[in-house]
Every structure is written in C-alpha cells, then in structure tokens.
Nanobody, 126 residues
Framework: QLQLVESGGGLVQPGESLRLSCAAS???????IGWFRQAPGKEREGVGY????????IYADSVEGRFTIFRDNVQNIVYLQMDSLKPEDTGRYYC????????????????????WGQGTLVTVSS
C-alpha cells in the first residue's frame, strides 16, 4: 500500500523560497501525486498535480508561475518547490497519491485520492 510522508515545512519570510518533499514507499507501480494545502479555518485546496512519469503538471491559478512540482522516480520523492512565497500561502501542505491518472477537471478533488500524508506546516510571515 502506498505510504506518503511530507517534510520540509517551516517559517519563512515573504518573498523567500521553500522546497517540500513527499517520500513514497510501500508500493510498486505507477502513482500520480497531488499537492494540497489547508489554511486555518479553510477547506483543503489543490495546489498542483504531477503525472506518474513527471511529464505533465498542472497548478492552481493562485500558485501558477511561483510553484513547481517535479519528481525523482528513482528515489521515489515528489517535490514542491515554492518561490516568491506570500503570507496567503501559509497552511499545512499535504501530498496525496492516486493509482490512476487524473485530469484537469478533477485533479483538485480530494476524494479522487487514495492515500494522504500527514502534512507539513508552512508559515509565511515577516
């Protein structure tokens, strides 16, 4: 069974960068990964998504051009590179896995995913 563990969160100032990692284990085969975040008092929202081979990514409008998702399928790690961070990026970030391809119309729906990590907290504040 696919297991996911996030790491790399922390406190940064506006404009700085942070790279989150999502380490996968316990599963052989293809898996697709979505990144989500949840701010206090708000619903969990999709940040971006990457295909199993890493050749296709899609992002929420709020992070387009600032965040990049990529993966190392040898190390089984999926990364979320976050640049030009803003206070509104604050929240707990989760990676989620699914064993089938999602598309532009459904990658952001939490119920599409089979497995979730425990999350890592990102705080952007001066």
């Amino acid at each position: 069974q696919l297991q996911l563990v996030e790491s790399g969160g922390g406190l940064v100032q506006p404009g700085e960068s942070l790279r989150l990692s999502c380490a996968a284990s316990g599963f052989t085969g293809n898996y697709w990964i979505g990144w989500f975040r949840q701010a206090p008092g708000k619903e969990r929202e999709g940040v971006g998504y990457i295909s199993a081979a890493g050749g296709w990514t899609i992002y929420a409008d709020s992070v387009e051009g600032r965040f990049t998702i990529f993966r190392d399928n040898v190390q089984n790690i999926v990364y979320l590179q976050m640049d030009s961070l803003k206070p509104e990026d604050t929240g707990r970030y989760y990676c989620a896995g699914v064993r089938r391809a999602l598309h532009s119309e459904n990658w952001f729906r939490t119920y599409e995913y089979d497995t979730w990590g425990q999350g890592t907290l990102v705080t952007v504040s001066s």
